[in-house]
Structures are given as C-alpha cells and as structure tokens.
C-alpha cells in the first residue's frame, strides 16, 4: 500500500473513530439527563407518598372526630327523646265490692274496664303512680235515694277532692274530680268520710259508680 492509501485509511479510521465517541458521548449525556429525571421522579413519587400518608391520616382523624361526634349526638337524642317521653298510663275502674261503707273505708271496684300502665289495683281500691307526674282523678258516686254519701279523692293521707251526695226521692249522683303532682309509687284512692250501715252506694244498668285517672305529663328530676 502507498504512502497516499496509508494516509486516507488513517483518516478515514479517525473520522470515525471520532464520531463515534462523539455518538457515545451524545449517548452518554443523554443517559445522564434521563437518570436525573427518574432520580427527581422518584424523589416526588415519595414525596407524593408522604403526602398521601399524611391525607390518610389527617382523613382518618376526622372521620373519627365525625363518627365520635355523631355518637355524642345520638345518645344525646335518645336521652332528650327518653326525657320527652311520657307513657300511656290511665285506668278506668267501676262495680263497687261493698254498697255500705265504714267512715274511712276505701272505696273498692272490682271490675277495671282499662288500666295502662297496671297501677290500679281492684283488691285493694288503690291506684299506684308508675311515674312521677301530673295526674288527673275523678271520682263518679252514685247513691241510694233518701241517703247521702260523703267521699273524698285521696293521695296518701291527704284529700285532694272532696263531695256529698244527698237526693231524698230517687237515686242520684255526683262526681269530683282533681289535678295534682304524684310522686312516683304515691296512692291515690276514694274513701268514704261518713259510714252507713244501711246501703249507700248504687251501682245498676242506668247508674255506674267509679273512678279514674290518668297522666297528664311526665316529669323528670
């Protein structure tokens, strides 16, 4: 080979040697730049990550604080809607044991048409308050003609109500009737406060001796 060939050959070789350094280095730095934008990527993916833990548990205080609050609010509700609350309690009782009454006798009737609540007691002639309350009674006395009956509403040993019933020339009768505060587990009843040995109650198809109550609002302490 001549000096000339020897010379365009070497050339040639360098030419391209250089360019492919030149590619290698084109190569080189691109792989630089890509690494150095997965290296930040990553450095915000984890950024992002904290973040989203940090959401999750900022989300998960609320929904806690949220579910507490809406706990504190339900048993709020029950306890203003128990406080509210006032239950059926009335009785409607009639068809007196004895016709002749003793001076304090408690007047009894057996038969209980109603009795929500089940405070009045037709062995004894009692009503017990099942709650604490405002109650109403009243008391329907029918009598013989030609005798009176005398007879108070009682609570415990106290009159609350009071009436006589006197008609000379036929049967008749009169009711009375009361609205008072009853403590819880507080009589109630009707006594007679002048006795007879004779008959002084009347109780038939046209006439019905009795005695009712109910509860007109609970109260609370």
């Known amino acids: 080979m001549c000096g000339k060939t020897k010379l365009v050959v070497l050339v040639i070789v360098q030419i391209a040697m250089n360019g492919l350094c030149s ?100 062995v004894l002639g009692v009503f017990t308050a099942p709650v604490t309350g405002l109650y109403f009674f009243v008391a329907h006395i029918c009598n013989y003609a030609g005798r009176g009956i005398h007879y108070d509403i009682m609570l415990e040993h106290n009159t609350i109500a009071k009436s006589t019933q006197f008609n000379n020339v036929q049967y008749d009768c009169s009711s009375t009737s009361a609205v008072t505060m009853v403590t819880k587990g507080q009589r109630a009843y009707v006594k007679c406060t002048s006795g007879n040995t004779s008959p002084q109650v009347q109780d038939d198809t046209l006439r019905q001796t009795s005695f009712s109550g109910f509860l007109l609002q609970r109260k609370f302490s």
């Open 23 to 122: 590619a290698e280095g084109e190569n080189l730095t691109y792989i630089a730049q890509v690494l150095d934008k997965v290296v930040r990527l990553e450095v915000k993916v984890k950024e992002l990550e904290k973040d989203m833990k940090k959401t999750n548990a900022d989300t998960k205080d609320v929904l806690e604080n949220v579910n507490n609050v809406l706990d504190n609010k339900t048993a709020e509700l029950e306890l203003l809607q128990d406080r509210d609350y006032t239950p059926i309690i009335a009785f409607n009782a009639y068809s007196p044991v004895d016709m002749s009454l003793d001076t304090s006798q408690i007047l009894i009737l057996q038969t209980v048409r109603l009795n929500e609540g089940n405070g009045y007691d037709n």
